[in-house]
């Protein structure tokens, strides 16, 4: 079983930053995608941007130029770094990782795994 901790968000004023974090809890497991998903109230959740093993990037459009996802793939931990912050990024923000839970010699399976979400709050 594999635990994701998310740790950075709060409340920020319009144009500020904020970095966001995701741990997975073992590193044992080989972890595909990771990503970050945001879910305002009222709204469904939405993709904002993930990122495979290899470090390739996607974003949603609405955050391209302003924010940044990166990963450490040996402490299984994937980053997001917000920058000039608006009112409607704000939202409950959840870290997805899709982890290897099992493989043979020509297969593998996948899980999802999803965060517990942290607060981004962002003033106007």
């Known amino acids: 079983q594999v635990q994701l901790v998310e740790s950075g968000g709060g409340l920020v004023q319009a144009g500020g930053s904020l970095r966001l974090s995701c741990a997975a809890s073992?590193?044992?497991?080989?972890?595909?995608?990771m990503g970050w998903y945001r879910q305002a109230l009222g709204k469904q959740r939405e993709l904002v941007a993930t990122?495979?093993?290899?470090?390739?990037?996607n974003y949603a459009d609405s955050v391209k130029g302003r924010f940044t996802i990166s990963r450490d793939n040996a402490q299984n931990t994937v980053y997001l770094q917000m920058n000039t912050l608006r009112p409607e990024d704000t939202a409950v923000y959840y870290c997805?990782?899709?982890?290897?839970?099992?493989?043979?010699?020509?297969?593998?399976?996948?899980?999802?795994?999803w965060g517990q979400g942290t607060q981004v709050t962002v003033s106007s």
């Open positions: 073992e590193t044992t497991f080989t972890i595909n995608d």
């Open positions: 990122i495979t093993s290899r470090g390739n990037t």
């Open positions: 997805n990782a899709i982890v290897v839970i099992a493989r043979g010699r020509t297969w593998y399976d996948e899980k999802d795994y």
